[in-house]
T-cell receptor
Framework: AQSVTQPDIHITVSEGASLELRCNYS??????LFWYVQSPGQGLQLLLKYFSGDTLVQGIKGFEAEFKRSQSSFNLRKPSVHWSDAAEYFC?????????????FGRGTSLIVHP | NAGVTQTPKFQVLKTGQSMTLQCAQDMNHNSMYWYRQDPGMGLRLIYY???????DKGEVPNGYNVSRLNKREFSLRLESAAPSQTSVYFCASSAWGPDTQYFGPGTRLTVL
């Protein structure tokens, strides 16, 4: 069965600093990979996704992520964090199987931004 | 463009009561999902509907039932609510199975 691990429950950074959120997945083939963001009291919004092709993907709000098959990782990065980036971030993996699809989410990383 | 809508936004139930959470999407998506979100647990899939007319169990289906009423609507029913079902419930939809999911604003349910 597929699984997703986000090793960091909380990350604290200063505004303007760079950011990297880690995500590791377990799946036999190349999965579909996603990063979502959730602001307090809101639903989730897609930041970026990887299906195939270039392993460095660009997303909204200046985020990017790199798929590394050898490390089973899909880490999210941003060169300069803004206070408005404070939110919960979820990595997700999806694998098609027999016409169905069961998405799996990580437990999330809470980003705290200090001024 | 409404996207995914959920009703109600908040609900308090007593143990043993029943209720139905409603979800509708206006994006002509094929697949719809119900998740629950609990602190430190991320999102866990309760049920999903890959296409109109089909439903399947997810990771935590016990105590829940679903109905894919038509292509737009996917409801979640709690027949006999338990305190363990206190959670925030999210509905989501996607155009096809593993594509981007679009989430509703959530329903915060408390079972006393």
């Amino acid at each position: 069965a597929q699984s997703v691990t986000q090793p960091d429950i909380h990350i604290t950074v200063s505004e303007g600093a760079s950011l990297e959120l880690r995500c590791n997945y377990s799946y036999g083939a190349t999965p579909y990979l996603f990063w979502y963001v959730q602001s307090p009291g809101q639903g989730l919004q897609l930041l970026l996704k990887y299906f195939s092709g270039d392993t460095l993907v660009q997303g909204i709000k200046g985020f990017e992520a790199e798929f590394k098959r050898s490390q089973s990782s899909f880490n999210l990065r941003k060169p300069s964090v803004h206070w408005s980036d404070a939110a919960e971030y979820f990595c997700a993996v999806g694998s098609p199987s027999g016409g169905s699809y069961i998405p799996t989410f990580g437990r999330g990383t809470s980003l705290i931004v200090h001024p | 463009n409404a996207g995914v809508t959920q009703t109600p936004k908040f609900q308090v139930l007593k143990t043993g009561q029943s209720m139905t959470l409603q979800c509708a999407q206006d994006m002509n998506h094929n697949s719809m999902y119900w998740y629950r979100q609990d602190p430190g647990m991320g999102l866990r899939l309760i049920y999903y509907s890959a296409s109109e007319g089909t439903t399947d169990k997810g990771e935590v289906p016990n105590g829940y039932n679903v109905s894919r009423l038509n292509k737009r609507e996917f409801s979640l029913r709690l027949e006999s609510a338990a305190p363990s079902q206190t959670s925030v419930y999210f509905c989501a939809s996607s155009a096809w199975g593993p594509d981007t999911q679009y989430f509703g604003p959530g329903t915060r349910l408390t079972v006393l």
